[in-house]
Every structure is written in structure tokens, then in C-alpha cells.
């Protein structure tokens, strides 16, 4: 069908009507080839008209020249419980120079489901009247797949949410920098946001979305909060949603789950970029031995076409939680610390022993080796082995980050810095510059710590370090797996601080490939010391520096016994024993310099 110029007057209209459908199952979708080509062609648009709706609904749109070819549109449809048709709308203001067609139109996915003779098995829900066989996640997700409705009666409406009377239990976090807002209809920026809701499938029906226009600034979050849950134990607790992420600077939606009430918590999912206009739906499992709540997070893109929608949330096999969650309190090197220390007859010059109040000297605290029977003396030190799976960074903090928050809650963004990640949430146009896996368990969720170079500018630097190191011996090395690859990696060094000077002891810059290197670095005896690794940023974001799997190996100092040394071992001046394999080999073993005297 195409339409021919006919007259010259001021406001003429082509309207094309479909024939009249009765209702469609929950996926159904309409397709169709349209061509929109002349100098003066003019806008058209599909229009919903629904029985008992006076207003129409509008799913799609052109607006201008769109070139001499054929292009397809897709509209999802969704659920329609009551009888509409289709009308294509052109509209030419005066002067109409042009061609306008439409062929191929398509309907698909778009019939209930068909009666079942039996529906067997755990996973399934029989519909009562059209004895349709549906999955048992479809249930209570406040859709009607069934097409009598029988799969969403009887649900408890605390767990649900469709935003058509506010937002129900949820509510909007104030620690955050602006707010969901609940609207019917289309967004008010054209080309992108939805053009209707997900429940009705109509411009009367309600949605929540992220206005992405000014006054909002690139990486501006909004929070929503769920209800508080009971743990789910071994049962399975699943959060259903449908979100509409379409428009050429669309960000991020993320999906977190915490169980204290002054955190982010966990990440469960996030999506970037543009999906496309339409609602996709997404199903998460959520576990947890503890009282949780849930936290949907939209993040503003560079630019006003980034409108993010949100509609129809559901839980299914989860039960609400009437207290509160705790908060965390948490010090600089985000340890928690007892407040009282036991009895004890130490000097100001000895530490404490925490479970004993037994004294030692502090030059034995934080020196790889346990001195107290608790291993008090070696808890808020760095880790011998540091894999960062239970996403721990094993006592490594940042000094200037802890500068700049002050406190615990300030959003520090924008700045470049270490932080921990896993291949499974990277965003598509990462996978040229960060490691897809980490090293330890070689998966897409294993953990590992990089420098994220989308933040920052060219030389800024990222420093993480550990607590002061009291003492190491002779044979300490610090061995580490590290990934550079991308076009424009910066560097990485190893350095040594102790109070009043920084030595360099490993550096490597530029691409070293798609794959985790190993590099060793040696420390020998050395006393009151932090151990820094420093990124240096390149010119751009393709350039993220990665470390796995850091190991302190024989770091512990060296003992003096009682015992004389046997006859395989060499005495030190200072009445250390070390194996006499070690003299001679340019390496002080004996911590004095004597098993390398010229007089032996």
C-alpha cells in the first residue's frame, strides 16, 4: 500500500485501518517493511484504538525522510484482554512531496496457549478455564498468559507491584541523586523511553522511569527499594521485572540485593546500552541466609536520550520481613575493631593480645608470623594469600580514597581507582581491554582487582597499599599475577614506602597481551613498610590494569633458638641458623651480612 499525492490543501490525512482483533497472548508481536522517502514526506504513526478507550495509543513513529530503501518495524504488543484494531495514520501538513508505503505486515506469537490434555510435573501451573499448560514461573507476574486469569488469582498483592496506584510497598532511596518518576504514556523526549506501559499495553496504563534531560548530569543514580524479605533458606526466592531501556544514550540498570541498610550490597544483574523499544522481562534467583531487600539502580547516559522504564515487579516464593536490617559501622581500614581491650600489664610500646591480654613486643605484629594464640597480632594486617573471591580485599585499602570520602556514605565517582571486578559484568566494548576471567578460578565469576580507566584522566595514578609491615626475613618475595592488555595500558609499579622514603622495586608498561603474566618481586628484610601497587592511567578508557592471586611467600622473620645449629646449618653472628646451602650466594640470609663475609 503506498499513497499517491492527491490535493495541495492544508491538513490532509491517510488513515489505514486493520481489521478488528479480539484479544492476543502475552507475546504477541506485529512486524512490518515501511518506506518514507521525498523531500517533504511528513511524518506517520500506528495507532492502538481499543474498545472502551476514547484515547488512542501510539506504538510507533516516523517523522521524517528515511531514505530510499525499505525498513522493518517491530512493536510489541504484549497481552491484549480487550477487542481493538490497528489504524496507520499520515499526516501531511500542506505541501506533500513524497513516497509512503507499507507492506509485509506480520503478526506473531500472537494466540493464547493451547488447552492441554494433562499438565504433570513440579515446574507447571494448569490454567482453570483454557486448560493451558504454563510454566509455574509465569505465575502471579501479573500478566494474564493464561487468558482467563486463573494464573494471577489468588496472589498476596505485598509481592506484587504494576505502579497503575503509586508504588505500592517500594519506596525511593534518599541516598541517591534523583527519583523514579510514575507517568502514563510516552516520555516526554522523542526517541527514547516507552510509548506505554507493560500491564495495560496502553498510554492509560502506569510505568516508573529515569528522565535522563536536564537538570541531570552523566552517571546521576536513582534507587528504588523493595520491602524487606525473610531469608530464603533452601527455598527459591525469585524477583520478576520487565524494564525498557531504549535510546541512544541509555546507561545502566542494575539490580542489587543487600542485608545491611547502610550499604549497596551485592550486585545481582545490570544490562547496558540500548536494548531496543520495547519491555524485556527478566527473571533473577535470589539466595541468602539472611533478612534482605532488594535495589533497582538506573544510571543517566552522556546525553537527554537516555530514559529508562520499569514496570510490573513480582516475587514469587518469598515472605516479607517485619524488622529492620542492621547498619554497619566501619573503620578507616574497614575493620570492625572490639571497643575494649582485656586486662593486661602491656607498656604503650607492646601490643595486646586480644582473646589472652598476653604482651608482645609491636615489632611482632603485622610479620606474617602469629604470636598470640588467637592471631590477634596478625588480624588487621595484610593476608599472606590474597585471591579476592569472597570479594575481601584481604586488608589492601586505599589512602587517598579513605582521604577523600571521610566518611563512610560520600559517592566517590569519576575518580580513577582500584576497585574489584569479574568478567561476567563487563560492558560489551570491555571485552578488547579487561580480562574476561580472573586467574584464581579461571570463570567468568571469579573476582579480581583492577584499576578501571573509565574514570580519570591521562597520568592520573591509583594507588592501593597494604597496613604497615612490621617485619619480613631474609627470603620474602611477593608474587602476583597481573593483566595489561588494550591500546592505551599505562603502567604498573610495585613500590616499598617506609616513613621517609619510596623506592621503585617492579614496573611494567604497555600492552602485554590477552592473558594473566606472573611477575615476583623481592622484599628480603625489610622493617615498617607498606608494599604499593600503583596504576598510572594511559590516554584513554582502553587501558583497565588487572591483579590476581598476590601471595606473600616466606615472608616471616627468621627465629632465634635456643638449640645450636645442627651440622647441616651455619651460625650467624647474630645466633640465627640458616642452612649452609645459603652462604656465599649474594643473599643476606642471616639478616647481618655475616653468611656472606669475605672471610668464609
Known amino acids: 500500500m503506498f499513497i499517491l499525492k492527491s490535493s495541495s490543501s492544508i491538513s490532509q490525512i491517510a488513515q489505514l485501518r486493520s481489521p478488528k482483533f479480539r484479544q492476543t497472548g502475552s507475546n504477541c508481536t506485529l512486524s512490518f517493511w515501511y518506506y518514507n522517502y521525498g523531500q517533504s514526506v511528513g511524518a506517520a504513526e500506528l495507532r492502538l484504538l481499543m474498545d472502551g478507550l476514547k484515547q488512542p495509543t501510539v506504538l510507533w513513529r516516523t517523522y521524517y525522510n528515511e531514505g530510499d530503501q525499505w525498513l522493518q518495524a517491530v512493536i510489541q504488543l504484549g497481552r491484549l484482554p480487550h477487542p481493538f484494531q490497528f489504524s496507520l495514520d499520515k499526516i501531511s501538513l500542506g505541501f506533500y512531496e513524497g513516497v509512503s508505503a507499507i507492506d509485509d505486515v506480520r503478526f506473531e506469537n500472537c494466540a493464547l496457549p493451547p488447552p492441554a490434555l494433562s499438565c504433570e510435573g513440579p515446574n507447571t501451573f494448569w490454567c482453570r478455564d483454557t486448560k493451558a499448560c504454563i510454566d509455574s514461573l509465569l505465575v502471579c507476574d501479573l500478566v494474564d498468559d493464561c487468558g482467563d486469569g486463573s ?266 581507582k582500584w576497585q574489584l571486578g569479574t568478567g561476567a559484568n563487563l560492558y560489551p566494548e570491555q571485552e578488547q581491554h579487561s580480562p574476561l576471567t580472573d586467574h584464581t578460578t579461571c570463570t567468568e565469576e571469579g573476582w579480581y582487582l583492577f584499576a578501571d580507566s573509565s574514570n580519570g584522566e591521562f597520568g592520573h595514578t591509583a594507588d592501593i597499599a597494604t597496613p604497615v609491615i612490621s617485619l619480613t626475613g631474609p627470603r620474602c618475595k611477593i608474587t602476583f599475577w597481573n593483566y595489561m592488555n588494550g591500546s592505551t595500558i599505562g603502567s604498573l609499579e610495585v613500590l616499598c614506602q617506609s616513613s621517609n622514603r619510596t623506592s621503585k622495586l617492579w614496573t611494567q608498561s604497555g600492552s602485554q597481551g590477552p592473558q594473566w603474566n606472573r611477575a615476583e618481586v623481592f622484599l628480603g628484610i625489610r622493617s615498617n613498610f607498606q608494599v604499593i601497587f600503583r596504576a598510572k592511567r594511559g590516554v584513554s578508557y582502553m587501558g583497565d590494569v588487572a591483579v590476581d592471586d598476590i601471595t606473600f611467600e616466606d615472608c616471616s622473620p627468621l627465629l632465634i633458638s635456643d638449640k645450636p645449629c645442627t651440622s647441616e646449618e651455619f651460625m650467624c653472628a647474630n645466633k640465627y641458623c640458616i642452612p649452609k646451602n645459603n652462604l656465599c650466594d649474594f643473599v643476606n640470609d642471616c639478616a647481618d651480612n655475616s653468611d656472606e663475609s669475605p672471610s668464609i
Request: glycine share 8%.
Open 151 to 416: 494464573d494471577e488469582n489468588s496472589c498476596d498483592p505485598d509481592l506484587q507491584c504494576n505502579f497503575e496506584s503509586g508504588l505500592c510497598n517500594w519506596e525511593q532511596d534518599v541516598e541517591d541523586d534523583f527519583d523514579w518518576i510514575r507517568i502514563q504514556g510516552p516520555t516526554p523526549t522523542v526517541n527514547t523511553g516507552p510509548l506505554k506501559d507493560h500491564t495495560t499495553g496502553t498510554a492509560r496504563g502506569h510505568y516508573l522511569y529515569l528522565e535522563s534531560s536536564q537538570p541531570r548530569q552523566f552517571r546521576d543514580k536513582a534507587v528504588l527499594l523493595s520491602p524487606l524479605f525473610n531469608p530464603s533458606g533452601n527455598g527459591t526466592c525469585v524477583f520478576r521485572f520487565h524494564y525498557h531501556m531504549f535510546g541512544k544514550e541509555v546507561y545502566t540498570l542494575s539490580v542489587f540485593q543487600r542485608t545491611v541498610s547502610n550499604a549497596k550490597g551485592w550486585l545481582l544483574w545490570y544490562k547496558f546500552g540500548n536494548q531496543g523499544n520495547r519491555w524485556i522481562r527478566q527473571t533473577l534467583y535470589i539466595s541468602g541466609a539472611k533478612p534482605f531487600q532488594i535495589l533497582v539502580e538506573g544510571t543517566i547516559g552522556d546525553g537527554f536520550t537516555g530514559d529508562i522504564g520499569l514496570d510490573d515487579v513480582s516475587f514469587l516464593g518469598c515472605t516479607l520481613y517485619s524488622g529492620y536490617l542492621p547498619t554497619i559501622s566501619t573503620t578507616t581500614s574497614g575493620t570492625s575493631v572490639p571497643a575494649t581491650l582485656p586486662t593486661n600489664n602491656c607498656t604503650e610500646k607492646e601490643f595486646v593480645c586480644r582473646a589472652s591480654g598476653h604482651c608482645i613486643q609491636m615489632i611482632q605484629k603485622c610479620d606474617f608470623r602469629p604470636d598470640c594464640s588467637d592471631k590477634s597480632d596478625e588480624s588487621a594486617c595484610v593476608m599472606e594469600v590474597c585471591d579476592f573471591e569472597d570479594k575481601d580485599l584481604c586488608g589492601w585499602h586505599q589512602p587517598a580514597l579513605e582521604q577523600m570520602s571521610g566518611n563512610y556514605s560520600t559517592h566517590i565517582t569519576n575518580t580513577f
